[in-house]
């Protein structure tokens, strides 16, 4: 059974940084692409960055290049989002998700989910 299962969110100060995984089992990453979205309280979920495996990424929006960077294990099925200097804006949930046909800003173009990792950044 595939599934997707979110880790590393947490409570963080503003300038700090965290790194979540997102574990992919059961997907053939040849096939899929992994996308983080994220949602503030209040707000409607956005897109922030994908990632093929053959290491091919894009990030989003421009507040967050520089700031965030998307990478990806293969052996271990495995994407990895990492935020630095990260603002309270940033704060929210982390969902990664699974896209069969390439990368889509879209949360409608997303076939699988996973349940989402919280993270705060508070001042």
């Known amino acids: 059974q595939s599934q997707l299962v979110e880790s590393g969110g947490g409570l963080v100060q503003p300038g700090g940084s965290l790194r979540l995984s997102c574990l992919a089992s059961g997907f053939n990453l040849d096939y899929y692409v992994i996308a983080w979205f994220r949602q503030a309280p209040g707000k409607e979920r956005e897109g922030v960055s994908c990632?093929?495996?053959?290491?091919?990424?894009?990030t989003y929006r421009n507040s967050l290049k520089g700031r965030f960077t998307i990478s990806i294990d293969r052996a271990q099925s495995t994407v990895y989002l990492q935020m630095n200097s990260l603002k309270p804006e940033d704060t929210g949930v982390y969902y990664c998700?699974?896209?069969?046909?390439?990368?889509?800003?879209?949360?409608?173009?997303?076939?699988?989910w996973g349940k989402g990792t919280l993270v705060t950044v508070y001042s």
């Open positions: 998700a699974a896209a069969h046909f390439g990368c889509s800003e879209s949360s409608g173009d997303m076939r699988a």
């Open positions: 990632i093929a495996s053959t290491g091919a990424s894009i």
